[in-house]
Every structure is written in structure tokens, then in C-alpha cells.
């Protein structure tokens, strides 16, 4: 199986801009996307070609319109080619048919709208994957070897690492705490493939992106008629998750009546779909994860203790990268000789200055923004020594400090208003995670007012 840059990518989609906004992200990631809209020339297609992924759309707008078009484009692949590394994506509220899809065969499913990283994610789980099914390895016991390799030789990772060993093989809940990109994703999913549960579903929620009005029949399901839209019974994340994990991101974020009902079901370990009277038993094992201060919100009663207490029965607190500077460097080279190989360069060396650089830099991004800032270098520098000016650190990675200075210095001297427009635009955008359509709503500003701004500002 092709690593992610070696791989040959088919997005099916009948919505051309689902098309392009994959290939706009997928062109610099793998080595060659090809997109199709009608997926009635899949099967000339895959003839044809041989692709190593296939993202493959759930709801195609045609005449049948039965919501099961993907259930069948998927079979159509897999009875060409069983080990075909299918993902689906699905609309909020189709967990039933994701479930099915995975059932069926389908490596993993995104969610639209999805997050750019995540979804670059789900790909690289999704080919590393499938390298021990091709070599027939079917393994129920914990696995050793991980694809989610944590690196870091810091005390703070050797211990989280530690952790993860002691605890991957027992039922305990974990809480996993740390700031935006320290790496809590990589832990939540190292804990399930180290787990008994490994081979069962690893489910990922983003509590974040759960409206009040979603979150039951997101999480529960809901039966068919409990309320206007609900043409069929659909399955919730946690059946979803049954035999397996169930990965709750952002739980700092829900609302007390979603804490309320969470609640309910950790303890009954039971849900009851939308609609419906019987409870359905569920077998998951939690892993919640957050960066809100969670134990300052249980002090001033916006998270409940109770809730709390159900899911850290272990918790996993990941430092921030700026009080891990030995990590730095490890990392900085990681990701250098990873997007040298991937833009076709050769590995690049780092001045010392540059290393000096990035060691006294506070990360407010962490991880993440290393990964990024490490290939935004790569991409741009002149020669193959990355120089301190190849990493310039906008306002917006200048962190905590810097980044009020716009502000700070708006009472001493006036900034011009345009300044502060762009740089309250990349704000925003950085804390929904480049979802435009979440960074327009908080701006007031509707999608395609955003996108005129965001071409204005060059950004
Ligand atoms: N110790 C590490 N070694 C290698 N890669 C890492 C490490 N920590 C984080 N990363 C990488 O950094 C990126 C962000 O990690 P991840 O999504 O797990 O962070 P997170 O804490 O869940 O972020 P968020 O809170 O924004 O959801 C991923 O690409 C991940 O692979």
C-alpha cells in the first residue's frame, strides 16, 4: 500500500464543489488526484486505473435518490477490488448509512463539512491500515506496533507514552488534556490500537461541531418519524462504536444539557434512540479529550463534577510544545525529511540559528503548527539550508503576547482598520480550525462575504 504521498487518490462526488475543494487540498499531499462526477463511469474507470484511496460520496443527488446510491457505488468497488481503501463521505445524521458503509467494507468515513487536517488524517489511518490486512495479519490480541507513532524524547512523552502501554490494555475511561495540536487525537487513537479493541471501530465525535438539536440523534440515533427528516431509523455514534472506541473530542464545549444526557448514558452504559422508548445496550470504551481548562469550568459550575468523575478514570494531560523544547528539534527534522519527500526535494538541513529560532518560539499551535510552519519552509526556502527568515511567524502564531499587540497598541496608537480586519479574520479562522463556514457564522458574515475578505487579505 502507497504512503499518503505516493498515493493515487479518486474523489466520486456529484458536487463539483466537493470536487474541487478535495483537489485544491488533495494535489499537494498525494501524487495524483483524480476527481469523477458521475459515478456511472466508475467501473470504466476502475478498469482503467488503479487508484490507492477512493473518497466516495454517500448522497448522490440522482434520480433514485434512495440515500443508499453509496452503499452500492461501494459494492461496485469492492467487488473489483476487495482490499480497495474506500472512504465515504457522509452528511451529519448519516451515521447509520456510515456504520453500514463500514460493515460493508469501507475503510473510514468523514463528515461533511470536515476540518483539512482531519481529513488528511482519516487518509494516512486509512492506507496505513490496510498494510497488516494485505499481509493477512488478523490479530485480536492488543497490537504492538502503532501507525500512530508518537514522537518525542521529552520526559512529559516518555511519560505519556508510558501511560498509553499501562493503560491501552484495560477498559479505563481516559480524559486526555492539553492545548489545540499537542497531539491528544494521536493518543486517543494509540490508546485504541493498542487496545483489545483494536480490530472493532475507533469512532471520532466532534462535540464541538454538535448543535443542541443534533446532538441526541448524532450520538443516540433516532428512529424513523421522531422527527421531520428521520425517513428511516439511523444509529448513533455510540451503537456506532459498539465492540469498539468511542472518541469524544472537544467535550469541554457541550452545554449543560448535553452534559446532562451524556450523563445519563455513561452511566446506564444504554441509549435510547430519538423516538423511541427501548433502550439499546452499548459496549464502548471512552476516550474524551478537551483544552478547555475542564476542572476551572467544573469550579464555576459550567461542567458537571459527576460527568467529570465517569470519564477520567485515567487522565493524559499532553504539555504544550514550548515547555518541551528538547522535542523540537526531533520533531522539526520528522516533519522536514516527510514534506521534503513529499514536494519531491531533498531532506534540508537547518542552520542553527534556525533551530535556535524555532526552539525559542512558544508554539501556541504546538505540534500542529510546527508540522505546518515546517512545510510552509520547505516549500518556500532558496536554498537547502532552512535560514531563521524562512520561518517568519505571523501575528497569529506569534501567540498569547504578540498576537494582542494589535490590539495593545490600538489604545496607544490607531491601527489601521484594515489590519485589524485581516488579523481578527485569521484569528477566527485558526480557532475553527479553517472551517469557513463555522468562521463566517461567528464573523456575521455570510460564506461568500468571507471568501471576497479572504481574497482581499491575501489570506
Ligand atoms: N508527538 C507527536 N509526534 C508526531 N506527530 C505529532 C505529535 N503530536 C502531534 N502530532 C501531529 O500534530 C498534528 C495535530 O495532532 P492532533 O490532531 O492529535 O492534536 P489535537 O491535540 O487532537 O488537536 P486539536 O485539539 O486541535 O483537535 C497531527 O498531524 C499529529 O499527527
Same mark, same amino acid.
Request: neutral net charge.
Given at each position: ?6 498515493a ?6 456529484d458536487?463539483?464543489?466537493v470536487?474541487?475543494a ?28 488503479k487508484?490507492d ?5 454517500m ?6 435518490n ?9 459494492r461496485q ?5 476487495r482490499e480497495?481503501t ?14 453500514r458503509?463500514l460493515?460493508?467494507g ?11 487536517d ?8 486509512a ?5 497488516p ?13 502503532t ?28 480524559l ?6 499537542t497531539?491528544?487525537?494521536l493518543?486517543?487513537?494509540?490508546l485504541h490500537?493498542?487496545?483489545?479493541r483494536a ?6 465525535v466532534d ?8 446532538f441526541?440523534?448524532?450520538l443516540?440515533?433516532?428512529k424513523?418519524?421522531?422527527f421531520?427528516d428521520?425517513?428511516e ?9 459498539n465492540?469498539g ?5 472537544e467535550?469541554g ?12 448514558v ?12 427501548t433502550p ?17 469550568l ?14 477520567n478514570t ?8 514550548r ?7 526531533l520533531? #522539526?527534522?520528522?516533519? &522536514?525529511a516527510l514534506? +521534503?519527500?513529499?514536494?519531491?526535494? @531533498?531532506?534540508? *538541513?537547518?542552520?542553527e540559528? $534556525?533551530?535556535?529560532k524555532l526552539?525559542?518560539h512558544?508554539?501556541?499551535g504546538n505540534v500542529?503548527e510546527?508540522?505546518h510552519?515546517?512545510?510552509r519552509?520547505?516549500?518556500l526556502?532558496e536554498s ?13 502564531e506569534?501567540?498569547?503576547? #504578540?498576537?494582542t499587540? &494589535?490590539?495593545?497598541s +490600538?489604545?496607544?496608537k490607531?491601527? @489601521?482598520?484594515? *489590519?485589524?480586519?485581516?488579523? $481578527?479574520i485569521?484569528r ?5 480550525k479553517?472551517?469557513?463556514s463555522?468562521?463566517a ?17 491575501d489570506?
Amino acid at each position: 500500500m502507497a504512503s499518503v504521498k505516493n498515493a493515487r487518490v479518486l474523489v466520486v462526488d456529484d458536487e463539483t464543489d466537493v470536487l474541487f475543494a478535495l483537489k485544491m487540498l488533495l494535489k499537494s499531499e498525494v501524487k495524483q488526484v483524480v476527481t469523477e462526477k458521475n459515478p456511472d463511469n466508475l467501473p470504466g474507470l476502475l478498469e482503467r486505473e488503479k487508484f490507492d484511496a477512493i473518497f466516495l460520496d454517500m448522497n448522490f443527488k440522482s434520480a433514485l435518490n434512495t440515500g443508499n446510491e453509496g452503499i452500492f457505488w461501494l459494492r461496485q468497488i469492492l467487488e473489483k477490488d476487495r482490499e480497495a481503501t474506500v472512504i465515504l463521505i457522509t452528511a451529519y445524521g448519516d451515521v447509520e448509512l456510515a456504520v453500514r458503509s463500514l460493515k460493508e467494507g469501507a475503510a473510514d468515513f468523514i463528515v461533511k463539512p470536515w476540518h483539512n487536517d482531519k481529513l488528511l488524517e482519516t487518509l494516512h489511518y486509512a492506507l496505513e491500515a490496510r498494510k497488516p490486512k494485505k499481509a493477512g495479519a488478523a490479530n485480536t490480541s492488543p497490537k504492538k506496533n502503532t501507525s500512530t507513532t508518537i514522537l518525542g524524547e521529552s520526559d512529559a512523552i516518555k511519560e505519556v507514552l508510558y501511560k498509553i502501554e499501562k493503560i491501552a490494555p484495560t477498559e479505563a475511561n481516559v480524559l486526555i488534556l492539553g492545548e489545540n495540536g499537542t497531539g491528544k487525537e494521536l493518543v486517543a487513537r494509540a490508546l485504541h490500537e493498542k487496545s483489545f479493541r483494536a480490530n472493532k471501530p475507533f469512532v471520532s465525535v466532534d462535540m464541538g461541531a454538535l448543535t443542541d438539536s443534533l446532538f441526541e440523534s448524532e450520538l443516540f440515533g433516532s428512529k424513523k418519524g421522531a422527527f421531520t427528516d428521520a425517513r428511516e431509523d439511523r444509529a448513533g455514534r455510540f451503537e456506532a462504536a459498539n465492540g469498539g472506541t468511542l472518541f469524544l473530542d472537544e467535550i469541554g464545549n457541550i452545554t449543560p444539557p448535553m452534559q446532562a444526557k451524556l450523563l445519563t448514558v455513561l452511566q446506564n452504559r444504554q441509549v435510547t434512540p430519538l423516538g423511541s422508548n427501548t433502550p439499546v445496550p452499548v459496549d464502548i470504551r471512552l476516550i474524551s479529550a478537551t483544552n478547555e481548562p475542564i476542572y476551572e469550568l467544573a469550579a464555576r459550575n459550567q461542567f458537571r463534577k459527576d460527568l467529570i468523575y465517569r470519564i477520567n478514570t485515567v487522565e493524559i494531560t499532553l504539555p504544550p510544545l514550548r515547555q518541551r523544547t528538547g522535542d523540537v528539534e526531533l520533531l #522539526a527534522r520528522h516533519f &522536514a525529511a516527510l514534506y +521534503a519527500q513529499k514536494n519531491h526535494k @531533498p531532506v534540508p *538541513e537547518f542552520a542553527e540559528a $534556525t533551530m535556535q529560532k524555532l526552539k525559542q518560539h512558544s508554539w501556541p499551535g504546538n505540534v500542529r503548527e510546527l508540522q505546518h510552519a515546517v512545510e510552509r519552509a520547505i516549500i518556500l526556502a532558496e536554498s537547502n539550508t532552512l535560514q531563521p527568515q524562512d520561518f517568519s511567524f505571523s501575528a497569529m502564531e506569534l501567540g498569547p503576547p #504578540a498576537a494582542t499587540t &494589535a490590539y495593545a497598541s +490600538a489604545s496607544e496608537k490607531p491601527v @489601521p482598520l484594515i *489590519e485589524l480586519e485581516r488579523e $481578527t479574520i485569521v484569528r477566527t479562522l485558526e480557532k475553527n480550525k479553517g472551517n469557513i463556514s463555522r468562521t463566517a457564522k461567528e464573523l456575521g458574515l455570510t460564506r461568500t462575504a468571507l471568501y471576497r475578505r479572504l481574497n482581499k487579505h491575501d489570506i
